[in-house]
C-alpha cells in the first residue's frame, strides 16, 4: 500500500462515520447543543468538510467544492463564503443550521471524491513538497493531508458522541 492508498483508505473511513452521524436525523437534532453552547451536530460535519475542502482545494490547486458545485448557495448560511469554522463565536456556530442531513452527506460525498481524486494522482515523493512556510518547520504536503485526517476524525467522533446522547435522552 503506498501514501496515497494509505490515506484515502483513512478519508473513507471519515466518510463512512459522517454518514453514520447524521443519517436519519432531523433539523432539531442536527442543531441541538447539548448545553445550549456546544458545537452542534451540523456545526461539526459542516466544519470538518469545510476544512478537508478547503485545505486540500489548496494543495490540488482547484476550486473548494463548496462554491465549484453550488454548495455555498445550497447551505445559504449567513457566514462568509469563505469561513470554514475557525474562530467562530457561539452565534456562528447556531448560523450552521441545516435541515436536512442529507445535504451534509451530499457535500462530504463531494469534497470526498475531490479528495481521493487528488491522491490518485500523488506519487509517495509527493509527500515531501513544502505546501505551507508560515510555519517553522514548513508543512509537507504528507503533514497537511495527515492533520486533515485527524482534524476530520476528532470532529467526526464529537459529532458520534453529541448524536449519542441524544439519542439517550429520547430513550
Do not use: C, K
Not at 452521524?21 to 433539523?27: E, F, I, M, P, S
Not at 479528495?115 to 517553522?136: A, K
Amino acid at each position: 500500500m503506498n501514501g496515497s492508498d494509505l490515506l484515502a483508505d483513512a478519508f473513507g473511513r471519515i466518510r463512512d462515520e459522517v454518514r453514520d452521524a447524521v443519517t436519519g436525523l432531523g433539523a432539531d437534532q442536527l442543531a441541538d447543543r447539548i448545553d445550549g453552547s456546544t458545537n452542534s451536530i451540523a456545526w461539526l460535519v459542516w466544519h470538518l468538510t469545510r476544512v478537508q475542502d478547503d485545505h486540500v482545494a489548496e494543495v490540488a490547486e482547484v476550486e473548494q467544492v463548496w462554491t465549484a458545485a453550488g454548495f455555498a448557495a445550497r447551505f445559504g448560511l449567513r457566514l462568509p463564503t469563505a469561513s470554514i469554522g475557525y474562530g467562530h463565536t457561539s452565534a456562528d456556530v447556531a448560523a450552521v443550521r441545516v435541515d436536512d442531513p442529507d445535504l451534509l452527506v451530499e457535500y462530504h460525498e463531494a469534497v470526498h471524491d475531490q479528495t481521493v481524486r487528488y491522491l490518485s494522482t500523488l506519487t509517495d515523493g509527493d509527500f515531501d513538497r513544502v505546501v505551507d512556510e508560515r510555519w517553522e518547520p514548513p508543512v509537507t504536503l504528507g503533514v497537511r493531508l495527515v492533520s486533515v485526517v485527524s482534524d476530520d476524525l476528532q470532529h467526526v467522533g464529537q459529532a458520534a458522541l453529541v448524536r449519542g446522547i441524544l439519542e439517550r435522552r429520547a430513550s
